[in-house]
């Protein structure tokens, strides 16, 4: 029944009452009834002001005859000198207004009609729509008030108002049910809502994650048919939500309990005199059970005959709710066409409207925590629900910190509630938390050791803790140890039976989790476990909620860092950011000057990653062959950006950018200094610079200060980034500084080069002296030309099946485009002026005459350390190689320096040389001079092999170079 039906239809006596209650709750005073008439005073606080409320029933229009409602107006005015009000329960029109008016000159008539009135009540009297079911209402009104009572996060320390916030928050699930399509017998998937789900005829099953609202569902169904009760004329309703723990303590007689709560309003107070039958033949009775899940077989099957017969004898139709597939409890139903719903995952809309909700419309924080649960992939790893996006809410609101600062919080909080709930099996009731726990803890770091995590056989995870308990003292009262672990099973919903066979974690997060909590209270002296194994993602989610149980571990990070600077290889790197980026956050409460260091060695693992990327590039590999420099430069940028964007890592990142500004500032400054560090310090800045800028750190004074920095700004590369930078934090916020900035660069003259990066293929930029952002290496390398540095990097990486060079490598130019001996040597001498700010400088010749003549021209400061193939400068850490020729074709070791024709590409097998047309004869029986015309295809090409028998003579330079260092290399031959 809709409101205008309820107006219509209620009686004089009801009516009159009802506006009583109404003008009293405007402010009026001394209200009374005079036939049709209300009379009652307004008070204020210089006068009291009588008013006359004339009620009239007919349908007022411009055709209703006005003689006799005007008389009785004026008679009305006449007794009391009130101001006069009409109120209609119909439409009031204009021209019956005009008509009474113009009968009327000497005072005001004022109407209320229809739809003022309906407002009226709404604010005054909302409960007039309700139906007239007194025992109803108030059971009604006890049903709500104990909805609102129940929640599981008033186990959790969490104040109440928040709580309060949270409950009155609905997002309606997403509900799916499979049907069977009746011509093809073929299985749909069908779109389901609540009104589906009650409109349903039949019992149902609801089938959920723990926390995936399943309760708060039945809760709201339960309302929605009260609110039903109120709209239309057929049987009311009476929803009746039941609790596990309340099945238990009835001693799963569901009749009894059912009873219990029908008492109060329909028995006095008194389960004898609840007559179920009689009252399921006046209402329709909605059982809502949550849930039976933690109950042995036996007892559920016990449950469901009594609800199957409930509803077969007396139309009792119930909803059971369960973490399991629904399809079991359908069967054990044994009722033709029930159907069980799946509460689906919340989607990216529900979410966004859950966290909207939680923040009053907050657009700021809304976005800003959406944002985080996105770039740090956590709607990825989280099962998302209603309850976990509650606990991240709470947290998010308390500290301003955004996941995965808190995610170990978050966790510890959805352990409490999930394993702390009451126990409703008698076997297992009294089972400590902390045992509880135990297990799954144990048992998530065996799954964790196991290869591909493989999870046991159900009959092996009890044979396992019963082996593992065998002699130890257990906090069991009555029960069994295989009657907890089958509790845990089948019902946290942390674990589950997989194919009816595997114990399985329901999501990995859990198996990361409670291996962390194994290590955090038992296995800390292992630690070095997490550290060794970080880059593995499992494991390196193990190590951040490891961090996150203390948040202040300096040891631990300096370890972690430790072991991110060992790293080698471009999976590593980008698992490396990642995992610095989130543990950084888990340890907001570490010494800042120790993250500091982190977030510096992430900085070096992105311009490593670089390099790995424009190899591949380079190689024409993979997906990266068509992408141009800037591009490459900006893939790793962007990953460290969303990494390291958080508020947590505010002052880590300012510290960082302090110190490198100062690096820079040295080397600008100081005139013996590698000035060819600046693109690689200029990288790292603007990158720092870039993620304090962003919206959830703003601290915008390094990046202002930054893009005006000339030695930046005349670097095509990095000025590319920092407009890009502008262009990603913000178009319009940026664009008079783009603006400004460009016409800066202008000014610098590089257009040219500027197109060329943009315009050009990899494969003529790099090792060019446009490709100058490098990874930042205590060890360089010079060489004569291009190809050798081509060759020698992919020799190093194919020898070692795949590692980064620990050295940089680059050839030693005059005019940028080709290289030679003797500017080898003039690198070479203008290197010893920063040679301190390197680990060794070492110059590679060919074992060539030109070569060999430069290796003995300078002996001057040198001392020969190997004969004829290695001298070290008398005062610095300067290295000179003649290329080490092998003993298998020592035939080029020849006494006359002009007969000396060994190259780089020498190396290669002389068939394979042949084959490729690489060499030529000479007059030398025997011996073979390089094409050099071709080396530049050669090299191309030979850099897509990966076979290390085509390297090996390598393999002699690089001990070499190895010795030098005093490094210990791995090669795979």
């Known amino acids: 029944m809709d409101k205008i039906e309820k107006l219509a239809s209620i009686n004089k006596s009801e009516y009159i009452k009802a506006l009583v209650q109404v003008i009293e709750k ?29 009620l009239l029933d007919q349908r007022l229009s411009g055709t209703t005859d006005t003689e006799e409602i005007v008389n009785n107006i004026v008679k009305m005015q006449n007794k009391y000198s009130a101001n006069t009000t009409i109120i209609s329960k119909s439409y009031i029109s204009k021209g019956f207004k005009d008509r009474v008016n113009d009968s009327i000159k000497n005072f005001k008539v004022n109407y209320i ?4 009135l309906i407002a009226l009540m709404d604010k005054n009297f909302p409960d007039f729509w309700k139906h007239n079911d007194i025992k109803l209402l108030q059971y009604e009104k006890d049903y709500k008030n104990e909805m609102t009572k129940d929640n599981e996060l008033k186990q959790l320390n969490i104040p109440n108002e928040k709580i309060q916030k949270l409950v009155s928050i609905y997002i309606e699930p997403q509900l799916s049910t499979y049907t069977e399509d009746m011509k093809t017998h073929t299985p749909t998937k069908k779109r389901a809502t609540l009104t589906d789900v009650i409109d349903d005829g039949k019992p149902l099953v609801i089938s959920g994650l723990s926390g995936s609202g399943k309760s708060t569902l039945f809760k709201h169904a339960g309302e929605e048919l009260i609110l039903r009760n109120t709209s239309d004329h057929a049987k009311k309703r009476i929803p009746v939500y039941i609790t596990a723990m309340e099945i238990q303590n009835y001693n799963h007689e569901i009749n009894e309990l059912l009873k219990s709560k029908l008492a109060i309003r329909f028995g006095d107070g008194d389960t004898k005199k609840v007559d179920l039958q009689s009252i399921s033949q006046n209402y329709n009775i909605h059982l809502f059970v949550d849930s039976i899940d933690e109950f042995e077989e036996d007892k559920q099957t016990y449950i469901i005959k009594q609800l199957r017969n409930d509803f077969n004898n007396k139309g009792i139709k119930f909803y059971i709710g369960t973490r399991e597939s629904g399809d079991r409890f359908l069967e054990l139903m044994e009722i033709k066409n029930s159907q069980s719903y799946d509460i689906n995952r919340f989607n990216s809309d529900q979410i966004r409207r859950f966290i909207s909700t939680f ?32 606990l991240i809410s709470i947290l998010y609101e308390e500290t301003d910190f955004e996941i995965p600062a808190t995610i170990a919080d978050i966790y510890d909080n959805f352990n409490s509630l999930i394993i702390g709930k009451a126990v409703v099996s008698s076997k297992v009731e009294f089972i400590d938390i902390a045992f509880k726990e135990r297990i799954l803890s144990l048992y998530a770091t065996l799954l964790m050791n196991r290869p591909g995590h493989m999870p046991l056989t159900k009959e092996e995870f009890i044979q396992h803790f019963v082996d593992y308990f065998q002699g130890k003292t257990l906090p069991i009262k009555d029960a069994q140890l295989e009657d907890v672990l089958e509790y845990l099973i089948r019902n946290t919903g942390i674990l589950y ?3 009816h066979k595997w114990v399985s974690f329901s999501h990995d997060s859990y198996m990361e989790y409670y291996t962390a909590v194994e290590y955090f209270k038992f296995k800390q002296k292992d630690e070095q476990e997490l550290i060794d194994n970080f880059t593995d993602l499992n494991w390196q989610n193990v190590a951040i909620f490891y961090a996150g149980k203390a948040k202040d571990m300096p040891h631990f990070t300096e370890q972690i860092n430790k072991k991110l600077k060992s790293l080698k290889r471009w999976d590593e790197y980008i698992s490396g ?19 500091k260091d982190v977030v510096l060695t992430a900085l070096d693992l992105v311009l490593e990653s670089n390099e790995i990327i424009k190899k591949m590039a380079f190689d024409k590999k993979n997906l990266f062959k068509h992408f141009r420099l800037p591009i490459l430069h900006l893939l790793n940028f962007v990953h460290f950006f969303e990494m390291f964007n958080s508020i947590t890592l505010k002052v880590p990142l300012q510290l960082s950018y302090a110190e490198l500004m100062e690096q820079l500032k040295k080397i600008i400054e100081t005139d013996n200094s590698d000035k060819a560090k600046i693109p690689m310090l200029g990288y790292k800045l603007l990158e720092v610079a870039v993620t304090l800028q962003s919206d959830r750190i703003r601290d915008n004074q390094p990046f202002e200060t930054l893009v005006w920095n000339t030695e930046i700004l005349k670097n095509p590369s990095l000025y590319l980034l920092a407009d890009f930078s502008l262009a990603m934090l913000g178009k319009e916020k940026f664009k008079q500084l783009r603006i400004d900035l460009k016409k800066e660069y202008r000014k610098q003259s590089l257009s040219t080069a500027l197109q060329k990066i943009i315009e050009d293929p990899l494969t003529k930029i790099r090792f060019s002296v446009l490709d100058n952002i490098h990874a930042d290496r205590k060890v360089k390398i010079l060489v004569e030309g291009k190809t050798d540095v081509m060759l020698i990097e992919h020799a190093f990486v194919v020898l070692t099946d795949g590692q980064n060079p620990y050295w940089n490598i680059q050839m030693a130019t005059e005019h940028g485009d080709t290289g030679s001996s003797q500017a080898l040597s003039k690198t070479l001498e203008i290197s010893l002026s920063f040679a301190d700010d390197y680990d060794a400088i070492i110059a590679i010749y060919d074992h060539d005459n030109a070569g060999i003549s430069e290796y003995k021209r300078l002996e001057k400061d040198y001392d020969e350390i190997i004969p004829n193939t290695l001298k070290k400068h008398k005062n610095a850490n300067v290295y000179i190689i003649c290329l080490p020729v092998p003993g298998e074709v020592d035939k080029y070791l020849r006494t006359k320096q002009e007969f000396n024709f060994f190259e780089i590409e020498h190396y290669f097998p002389e068939q394979y040389l042949k084959e490729k047309d690489m060499i030529k004869e000479l007059d030398i029986p025997g011996l073979y001079e390089i094409k050099t015309k ?27 170079i190895d010795k030098i260092t005093k490094t210990n290399i791995d090669y795979i031959i």
């Open 26 to 54: 405007e402010g009026f005073i001394d209200v009374k009834v005079d036939s049709n008439t209300i009379v009652a005073t307004l008070k204020s606080m210089l006068s009291e002001t009588p008013h006359c409320f004339i």
């Open 113 to 116: 009609d229809r739809d003022a």
């Open 359 to 390: 923040f009053s419309g907050d657009e700021f924080k809304t976005d800003n925590l959406l944002n985080a649960l996105r770039e740090n992939k956590i709607i990825e790893k989280l099962p998302i629900t209603p309850l976990t996006l509650s």
């Open 497 to 499: 039976l997989k194919e």
């Open 577 to 595: 950011i990642q995992g610095a980026g989130y543990l950084l956050q888990a340890l907001y409460m570490t010494d800042n000057q120790i993250r």
């Open 934 to 960: 071709k080396k530049t295809e050669f090299a191309k090409e030979v850099c897509k092999s990966t076979d290390p028998e085509l390297f090996k003579y390598f393999k002699d330079l690089f001990d070499i």
